[in-house]
């Protein structure tokens, strides 16, 4: 084992934020030298529920080589320009936060900046009808962004909204695809380090155990918990606490991973 890199890794939960992390450590680390393991439960079902994204998402589906309209098909996916926020502040009161620029900034001075000072002497419509964002999203309307800064539609970005489950084996099937290996079981067991404290590997029910240089975990909130109280004040905890922590580990309030449909098969490219 060579001590400078990552030979094994262990994801253990699935749903989008497990599958999302083999899917980047496949795309980056998965070339035959780090074997990449999965561990989720078909026994703990997951909520379709639809998933909210903020503009990043874009960048992470690009660095993976996602193509847009394949993804959109695949997760019922929608373009999303912003975020409303209904009863802000007070009831009666709502807040447009869109994905793009509010205006264009002059002289170094941003425009917001600009917009607040002008207001302080006359009435003015509106920050909104300042942002493209906002005023497509009003409209109903979308279109890509423009390239270069010299058009206006280069002023905004956008997000999407998609199914979660759906996106989650949308990127199962790409992560297969790269060699991750998915393990089928729950974890009932974490073993700890006697000296460090620190994970060592975990223990699938009816199989062995799964070690690992890396372990990330995603786990639902019926997770063992911890007392923040126990933290100290580097927000750091003792060796002791987390082998107390460990000693009064429940199994049985662990959901760490998220069921996926078994008929979606890996398909060239994804």
């Not at 005023?135 to 199914?163: C, I, L, V």
Request: proline share 5%; charged share 25%; glycine share 10%.
């Amino acid at each position: 084992m060579n001590p400078n890199r990552l030979e094994r890794i262990v994801i253990i939960g699935g749903g989008t934020a497990g599958w999302m992390a083999a899917a980047a450590l496949s795309r980056y680390l998965g070339h035959g030298n780090t074997d990449i393991c999965l561990i989720e439960s078909d026994e703990i079902g997951t909520i379709g529920v639809g998933e909210a994204t903020i503009p990043p998402i874009r960048t992470f589906n690009g660095l993976l080589g996602i193509d847009e309209s394949d993804f959109l098909r695949a997760t019922r996916g929608t373009y999303k320009l912003g975020i409303e926020f209904v009863d802000w502040g007070r009831v009666g009161h709502r807040y447009f936060h869109p994905f793009g620029r509010y205006g264009r900034d002059i002289a170094g001075i941003d425009f917001h900046q600009l917009y607040l000072r002008e207001q302080t002497r006359r009435s003015l419509p509106s920050i909104e009808n300042f942002c493209m964002s906002a005023m497509a999203a009003k409209a109903g309307r979308f279109s890509q962004p423009a390239p270069t800064p010299e058009h206006p539609e280069y002023e905004f970005n956008y997000a999407y909204h998609f199914d979660a489950s759906l996106y989650a084996a949308y990127l199962r099937r790409y992560s297969e695809h790269l060699g991750v290996r998915r393990l089928e079981g729950k974890v009932v067991d974490v073993v700890l380090d006697p000296v460090s404290g620190f994970v060592q590997a975990v223990q699938v029910a009816g199989a062995h155990r799964i070690e690992g240089e890396l372990r990330i975990a995603f786990c639902v909130e019926r997770s063992t918990s911890y007392d923040r109280n126990s933290f100290d004040h580097r927000g750091e905890r003792s060796h002791d606490e987390v082998r107390d922590a460990h000693q009064s580990f429940d199994p049985d309030r662990c959901q760490g991973c998220a069921s996926l449909d078994d008929d979606h098969r890996p398909k060239p490219g994804v």
